[in-house]
Nanobody
Framework: QVQLVESGGGLVQTGGSLRLSCVAS????????MGWFRQAPGKEREFVAA????????YYADSVKGRFTISRDNAKDTVYLQMNYLKPEDTAVYYC????????????????WGQGTQVTVSS
């Protein structure tokens, strides 16, 4: 019902920046929030950031607060994740997610997922 397409991943050096984009299509009218999660090899999927679709309220994991910024463009059905001051521990596959739940930081509360985009931060 909702399709998510991510872009913007890549390879950067420590301290560098990347901007991820996630474009939603389909029946997006009921979407409450868009979130970003990441998963490193051998680790569980981890919450990164989320934004509510209508009000723009944001929420960040402590590990990225002050470095990452989530934003959305409702007219374009697009959510962005601006990542600055990147660290090697940020290396992971980053996933965009959409859901109708008021819970923003749990992967199980999201209904739709993008394909993932690789972010690699070299030391």
């Amino acid at each position: 019902q909702v399709q998510l397409v991510e872009s913007g991943g890549g390879l950067v050096q420590t301290g560098g920046s990347l901007r991820l984009s996630c474009v939603a299509s389909g029946s997006t009218y009921s979407t409450h929030a868009m979130g970003w999660f990441r998963q490193a090899p051998g680790k569980e999927r981890e919450f990164v950031a989320a934004v509510t679709w209508t009000t723009g309220v944001t929420y960040y994991a402590d590990s990225v607060k002050g470095r990452f910024t989530i934003s959305r463009d409702n007219a374009k059905d697009t959510v962005y994740l601006q990542m600055n001051y990147l660290k090697p521990e940020d290396t992971a596959v980053y996933y965009c997610a959409a859901g109708s739940s008021p819970i923003l930081n749990m992967a199980r509360d999201y209904d739709y997922w993008g394909q993932g985009t690789q972010v690699t931060v070299s030391s």
